[in-house]
């Protein structure tokens, strides 16, 4: 199985950065137009957002209309022993450089309990299936992540069309995603027999 992964992993994350940016950013600018029109978000107090890397979708439309809302933003930050904290952050400015280039909260102001409940946390991947399972990078933090927060967040991907396949191996450390969102269409992964299906 763990080389079915592999093979998988590597065959979408080189299609994804493969394509130019000319074709990405307009797909990456509809996803995050769907999700600041998506419920779940728009009654979330608080949101998590992750910053990409490579040609995975952005969130810096997200995160401007959150802040401007009043919502709480949370970003991943590398902690101790590989695992992910989510760290209160006020504007884009209080962003650094963390460990693998990958921009994180410069401060301290750490996810509370209280801040769980109704918290919207949005995932990247490289590949996804209906069901809600994903392959992200190969590290387990967002797997670590999901496990941490427990059943009060709701767990959003987002992702091109093209990285949604119907089915994924899956090993029992994975975690799932319970909704994936697209350029084309939102997929509740609770109800794929009846999901709301192509958007225009």
Request: glycine share 8%.
């Amino acid at each position: 199985m763990t080389e079915k992964k592999h093979q998988l992993r590597t065959e979408a994350l080189l299609r994804r950065e493969s394509l130019p940016p000319a074709t990405l950013i307009p797909w990456s600018r509809r996803i995050q137009e769907r999700v600041i029109h998506f419920l779940p978000y728009l009654i979330s107090p608080s949101v998590a957002l992750y910053s990409p890397i490579g040609n995975e979708v952005a969130t810096e439309e997200i995160r401007d209309h959150a802040l401007r809302t009043g919502k709480k933003v949370f970003y991943p930050k590398l902690g101790g022993g590989e695992n992910l904290d989510l760290v209160e952050v006020k504007s884009a400015e209080e962003m650094r450089l963390g460990r693998y280039g990958i921009l994180e909260p410069g401060g301290d102001r750490r996810l509370e309990e209280r801040d769980r409940e109704g918290l919207a946390v949005f995932i990247p991947g490289i590949i996804f299936d209906h069901h809600g399972n994903r392959l992200g990078r190969g590290k387990g933090w967002y797997d670590r992540l999901i496990e941490l927060l427990g059943e009060g967040p709701r767990f959003v991907a987002l992702a091109y069309e093209f990285q949604v396949v119907k089915d994924l191996p899956v090993e029992e450390w994975d975690r799932k995603v319970r909704h994936i969102i697209t350029e084309r269409r939102v997929i509740d992964c609770d109800n794929v027999a009846s999901q709301s299906g192509w958007l225009s």
